[in-house]
């Protein structure tokens, strides 16, 4: 009996870093976590004790198990050198991690190679080995959350370039003339969809009276609006929720609805916070395809929720290793 | 000593039927057209009268050369069945061409494999296989003309998805509340930057006396307004026909940056008569993804004009044939 082959994963986030052994099974659209864990985030001390905290946490799940990964895959929130393994740019961490050759000296600690990925690109092949794009073989995925992020797989391969960057599907621009975005531009799919576009129109019907369901629900509090807070308001009836929601699913819908002219995919998957508003938001970006892709037939256009919730991310880098090795 | 393969084109468009026989060199990034004949287009007769003409056209080059294609490669103005080589609208023919089965039937006249392929794609693939995009590995073509057509290549493979539709750029809205599209949508970059919508942009600068330069190329002739008398108009000095096209520029910019978050490719290539505006238009476009594209570096995209002017489908196709047979 031979022994089944273990990949490390690490998810690098910003509130906490996830840690995981396992092993894939790309055939039967399977993986398995053998051993995990959860490290806090922060890292205001610096990359170096971090990445000191993942190997010894690593090491650590090793010795438990028994058995060295045969390579091991790190999601990063950003840029990363995908050839040479070094961390780019990961904004959202305290010190942005630039220039660390992760792949260096996580490899060395671990006696494997270790290869880095965008968390977002790792989530999209998570879903699409695993999750709702199994079976699939051009798909996108939009991440939606604080920010939108995203991913697109095309003809059965993730889309990648040189940075990792492609699939960035949250900047597309869908207002040219639109708010400002956290990336500089104005009008991206982020700056008027995302977890804080909802809840600044959320705001806005709370202080102009429009919104008595989400004023009960939240007791007048604008800290307490949220695209959670609006679903629920919608759902009890306030109207004009209601309808910003559906403008907001809309502008979802253009973006998506400009990738199935380009790209034609049999499945769009919407995962994040925000896809938990459900059909209000599902139905509405369908009926976008439908209704603005004149130019062919996109009735195999299927339209999906993620399946895999926070774990795709730590299922992708485990695939991702594992093809990588 | 071999005999090198020969390969057929049909270039099937509304006006004229490009027809030739050639031989293609992928690895060098070459090909050779050996006989060719154009046939006035048409059909108002039906597609089986102009199938036959097409038949007839090409075993008359086959004779004069004296020898037998390996494959031949249809470019066609629309959606086909890739896979059974049956049309299913070609809008811009007077027949519309519905459910036609070429491969079959000119494959029977011809006794050689028939692959059918969407127009712009094969022009998208000529300009990546020989023209613009020799060397490349993703990239994507806007063809700026009467319509706006286009393609993309990902990752060394020309997208097509089931009817040959994917790359369909000119139909990505890049303004929500825009004018009417042929499509039947509103605001597709083909709505708001083809050679018609320019023209009615100088229209309206002619009527309302803001574009003197225009008016002294046109002799005041609204019928004599379009893309080229807009350039000519701009270049003789009138400011505001070219802001106007600084303007639709940016519109091709816009589209031209999200297929650059979505695809991060190598190469953006324009094409078609509009691309004829030269500077003004490229200008504003690599302006344009420079400013609007910030979450990750762009300085490695190139925008670039296509190589090989209307030969692109042609080439396109006898590399389609190649490779399919």
């Known amino acids: 009996m031979t022994t089944e082959a273990l990949y490390g994963a690490v998810d690098l986030g910003g509130s906490h870093i996830g840690l995981a052994l396992g092993s894939v099974d790309v055939e039967a659209g399977e993986y398995r976590v053998v051993a995990c864990r959860n490290l806090e985030g922060g890292g205001y001390d610096g990359w170096e004790p971090m990445l000191d905290r993942i190997a010894e946490g690593l090491l650590e799940l090793v010795r438990g198990v028994g058995q060295n990964p045969a390579a091991v895959g790190v999601g990063c929130p950003g840029w990363v050198d995908l050839e040479g393994g070094v961390t780019r740019f990961l904004p959202n961490l305290p010190s942005q991690w630039r220039d660390v050759p992760v792949a260096d000296l996580l490899g060395a600690r671990l006696e494997a190679p270790v290869y880095l990925l965008n968390d977002v690109r790792a989530a999209t092949l998570g879903e699409f080995r695993f999750g709702a794009g199994r079976g699939t073989s051009t798909m996108a995925l939009f991440a939606l959350g604080t920010g939108i992020g995203g991913g697109v797989v095309v003809d059965g391969r993730l889309r990648l370039g040189p940075l990792g960057s492609a699939g960035e599907l949250g900047h597309q621009i869908v207002d040219p003339t639109g ?68 403008r907001i699913a809309g502008l ?73 090795a």
């Open 179 to 246: 708010p400002l975005c956290g990336c500089g531009n104005r009008g991206c799919l982020e700056a008027v969809a995302s977890g804080p576009a909802i809840a600044a129109a959320g705001v806005r019907l709370l202080r102009s009276g429009q919104a008595p369901a989400l004023f009960d629900l939240t007791g007048g509090d604008a800290g307490q609006v949220s695209a959670e807070t609006m679903g629920e308001a919608a759902t009890a009836g306030d109207e004009a929720v209601t309808k910003e929601l559906e």
């Open 252 to 324: 979802v819908g253009i973006a998506a609805a400009n990738i199935v002219v380009a790209l034609h995919p049999e499945l769009i998957v919407l995962g994040g916070g925000v896809a938990g508003l459900g059909d209000l938001l599902f139905d509405r970006v369908r009926r976008t395809i439908a209704e603005r892709v004149r130019v062919f037939p996109t009735d195999d256009v299927r339209v999906e929720p993620a399946a895999l919730g926070t774990d795709a991310g730590l299922a992708g880098v485990l695939v991702w290793a594992a093809s990588s």
